[in-house]
DNA sequence: TAGATTGTTAATCGATTAACAATC
DNA sequence: TAGATTGTTAATCGATTAACAATC
């Protein structure tokens, strides 16, 4: 048997510059390869084959193996997958090494959220600034990130290089707050205003749109559709302990 | 020309509740039509044809008209749908009218800043406690819903009808709490935690995970396809006022 | 070698788009 | 009526799964 890392040195599997079209239902994918082999990485599993994963990720292993030779052979027959070459390979196709920089505005509780949490160091993602034009909040720093007044964006623009912003400013405020920032040179924006941004606003812009109240609506679909099922009896076996489904019609808010 | 309303009491187009299998492309696509046509609605248009909404949406009419034919028949041939009619249909679908129950548990910043939204007050949803750990949270009161200590929390299951759990609290507590959640009998949760939870790990149990993260990935993963692209001069035009691809070595953070 | 598991092709399945008859 | 636009079928396109030869 050969050792762990020996075949990762193999021959040249897939110059992932030049890489031919990807399916927009692959790339979605890779996200969710990240989080799961960042997992087994923090158990210290070395290898893991198509099937293992599949059983772990609730896919089929085909589709895993599909996925992955989208971008060249990252396994070995017989052998499986290297997590931590893996791992890697994912994280060069998404682009971890770049190191983009960005900025939050609106130093909300959202944009305080966002930059306390874990979530841009493991992407390898630095927020630089926060920015309000509450002056309650200017001048804090906030999970190490100073809060900064609007006023001062160009000036902090011009010297330092922002890659993409994210937007927690509120929704009436979405696209005038874009528009001021794509004229300031800014060109890539995570937007979490629930007012829908379009990537035609701007030349060559990247707008990903977050929209949280369209995952609440489809777990209320969720809900409704068992309630329904339930009601129409179709579901033979009675649930026990279901509070949901039969309940008083009064509901005092109880503060 | 027959007035807006006439043909909303018309013949019965389809009961929503037999309804046969529809897609979970189609599904997913609800919440987005959701927003589209109360959008509509506060700029107090009366009526939208599949082309005019297309367009609006970046989609095809075809799709517009296809999914909504899942459904049955909420437009009119010759005038298009009524919107308030057909936004009414999307409520119906998406089970609004149901309003259910939910606490949030984690007052951290993310908890704060979701209660204090609208998101849920628009879909119909009433957040009726916080729960923490943290003594500095307990008794506050953000957005106008209390803040309980997590001790309360079987005593308050026992007195309110809680339908829905949304998670907010740090990612290594995540099973645990689910857990907890579950054995007091709550069976639908809206999962921020990072922590991917399963379905499967309680009967019956409805898990809506959220991964923020991944979202930050594919933006990530575009602008590192944009560097190549430019890098590699497949793009004619030079993009002008782009500070991102060409950027000295020296990142200092500036606090 | 034998066993395991990938890489890859072919088959299936599902989703989107195009086209047009129905009808308001 | 004529014009507009849906509802719906058929055609296309894309994504997933199954199967197995290649190979470690």
Redesign the interface.
């Known amino acids: 048997m050969q050792t762990e890392n020996s075949w990762i040195s193999g021959s040249e599997q897939g110059d992932l510059?030049e890489r031919t079209y990807v399916s927009p239902a692959v790339?979605?994918r890779?996200?969710?390869y990240?989080?799961y082999l960042r997992e087994l990485i923090r158990q210290g599993k070395m290898r893991i084959s198509s099937g293992e994963l599949a059983s772990m990720m609730?896919v089929t292993a085909s589709q895993i193996r599909q996925d992955l030779n989208c971008f060249g052979g990252f396994g070995q027959q017989g052998y499986g997958y290297n997590v931590q070459y893996l791992y890697a390979k994912i994280c060069e196709?998404?682009?971890?090494q770049?190191g983009?920089?960005g900025i939050i505005v609106g130093a909300?509780?959202?944009g305080?959220?966002?930059v306390?949490s874990s979530?841009?160091e493991?992407?390898n993602?630095?927020i630089?600034?926060l920015f309000d034009v509450d002056p309650k909040q200017i001048g804090r720093?906030v999970g190490?990130?100073?809060v900064r007044d609007m006023a001062e964006l160009e000036d902090f623009?011009a010297?330092?290089?922002?890659?993409?912003a994210v937007l927690t400013v509120p929704k009436d405020q979405a696209s005038e707050v874009a528009g001021q920032l794509m004229r300031l040179?800014i060109?890539?924006f995570?937007n979490f205003t629930?007012k829908?941004l379009?990537e035609s606003e701007g030349?060559?812009v990247?707008m990903?749109n977050?929209?949280?109240?369209?995952?609440?609506?489809?777990?209320?679909?969720?809900?409704?559709?068992?309630?329904?099922g339930e009601k129409?009896g179709k579901n033979e076996k009675k649930?026990q302990?279901?509070?949901?489904s039969d309940?008083t019609a009064s509901?005092k808010?109880?503060?």
Chains 1, 2 share one sequence.
């Not at 302990?241 to 949901?244: D, L």
């Open positions: 510059s790339i979605r890779l996200p969710r990240f989080r609730h196709l998404l682009g971890v770049m983009i920089q909300g509780d959202l305080r959220a966002l306390r979530m841009f493991k992407r993602v630095e630089v600034s720093v190490n990130v100073k623009c010297r330092v290089p922002v890659d993409m040179g060109t890539a995570w629930g829908e379009n030349e060559g990247i990903e977050v929209h949280l109240g369209d995952s609440l609506m489809i777990l209320n679909y969720r809900l409704c559709q068992r309630a329904l129409s649930k302990g279901e509070g949901a309940r509901r808010k109880d503060l």
